[in-house]
């Protein structure tokens, strides 16, 4: 299938200011729209964490900054539309009260809120942090931040954002409702009275082992249809890691919260490994070909699971653990040549079919490939 919607951008063309100045634009008008509706648009989690000082300024900054970007857009005097997107975007969000506004005044959540705040805040963080880091030290220098099929995976990533308050609501009563009864509270006593750090290690490790072993099981004949959805990626950067399938995602989050829950943590220690799981899930698919030496054997690396997304059938059921490679040294599927990378990525024997409607009906065809 040839690729056609692959962007280059090049200083002096308007694009970069105008794509910059529209999506701040954007993103704006959608914070605003959180402070007006917090019931309906935010995560309620990450509102109980969060100070609304700060997203106040955040708002400013980013209203400023996509007014600045569409003004340059404008004197570049090409691609002018997005630079005319953003500042529209931006003065429809002073119109609805800016970085002042005040929110609805409701207390209660509706059922199952959108979590357009997670969105918003997640696109702007990990766009922030990641897309330097892979200008800075690309494994492929030539891959361009809008790469091939970027649309399918930021789809994927709106989609897990947006749903963020189901997957919560889903995975954590997951625990009480079928594991209720096997609760042991002096275990949960003896759990909770350890280090924090202590709790947070062990917690990033049990996670890692049930998570090795369902991953493991995606790539059965049984399950690896919907699995496959998530190898079709054949560009990898911090992005691609958004292209799962919704059921996987369940089943996922519930087989690790399961035992976290049998287990006892802490809260605040959950929480802890929530943002490090999110942010280590993005950085091992990044496009990142930095060599962290010793460190590749003890934690989980782009090199490292760059070869899990590997074409080549030679290397194919390898690396299925995502934060401790010595789990795949304990149970034999450990793959890491020293300074070799993957010479292309996707699904073996296959090509899925475009867009997340497809990819998403795509296991319930026939002649499905029958694994990896």
Not at 241 to 248: A, I, K, P, Q, T
Request: proline share 6%; hydrophobic share 50%.
């Amino acid at each position: 299938m040839q690729d056609t919607d692959a962007l280059v951008l090049r200083f002096g063309e308007g694009r970069i200011s105008g794509i910059l100045s529209a999506v701040l634009g954007v993103m704006s008008l959608g914070g605003v729209l959180c402070f007006h509706f917090p019931w309906l648009l935010t995560t309620p989690d990450l509102v109980r964490r969060v100070n609304v000082e700060h997203l106040r300024l955040l708002l400013l900054v980013v209203l400023v900054l996509s007014f600045t970007l569409g003004l340059i857009n404008f004197l570049i005097n090409r691609n002018r539309h997005l630079g005319y997107v953003g500042m529209g975007a931006a003065a429809l969000a002073l119109l609805f009260g800016g970085s002042t506004v005040q929110p609805d005044g409701r207390t209660a959540f509706s059922v199952m809120p959108l979590g357009l705040d997670a969105l918003l805040l997640g696109l702007l963080f990990n766009a922030l942090l990641f897309i330097p880091i892979e200008k800075a030290f690309p494994r492929r220098r030539e891959q361009v931040v809008f790469r091939p099929e970027w649309r399918e995976d930021f789809a994927y990533f709106v989609m897990a954002n947006l749903l963020v308050s189901v997957l919560m609501a889903v995975t954590t009563a997951s625990g009480p409702v079928l594991f209720g009864w096997a609760v042991w509270p002096p275990l949960h006593q003896w759990v909770q009275a350890q280090p924090r750090a202590a709790q947070f290690i062990a917690m990033v490790f049990a996670a890692d082992l049930a998570q090795y072993w369902i991953h493991r099981s995606y790539h059965s004949r049984a399950l690896w249809p919907v699995h496959a959805v998530h190898h079709s990626v054949r560009s990898m950067d911090w992005l691609a890691g958004s292209r799962l399938h919704l059921l996987e995602v369940l089943c996922t989050r519930v087989a690790v919260f399961v035992p976290l829950y049998l287990l006892g943590f802490s809260q605040e220690v959950l929480y802890a490994y929530i943002g490090f799981v999110s942010l280590h899930a993005v950085f091992i698919h990044a496009n990142v070909g930095i060599n962290f030496g010793v460190l590749r054997y003890v934690i989980a690396t782009p090199q490292f699971h760059h070869w899990h997304h590997s074409d080549d059938p030679k290397v194919m059921n390898k690396n299925f653990a995502v934060h401790f490679p010595v789990l795949d040294m304990l149970f034999g599927t450990y793959y890491q040549p020293p300074g070799e990378w993957p010479a292309s990525y996707g699904v073996i024997g296959e090509e899925l079919p475009r867009g997340i409607v497809a990819q998403h009906l795509y296991p319930l065809r026939r002649g499905k490939p029958a694994g990896r």
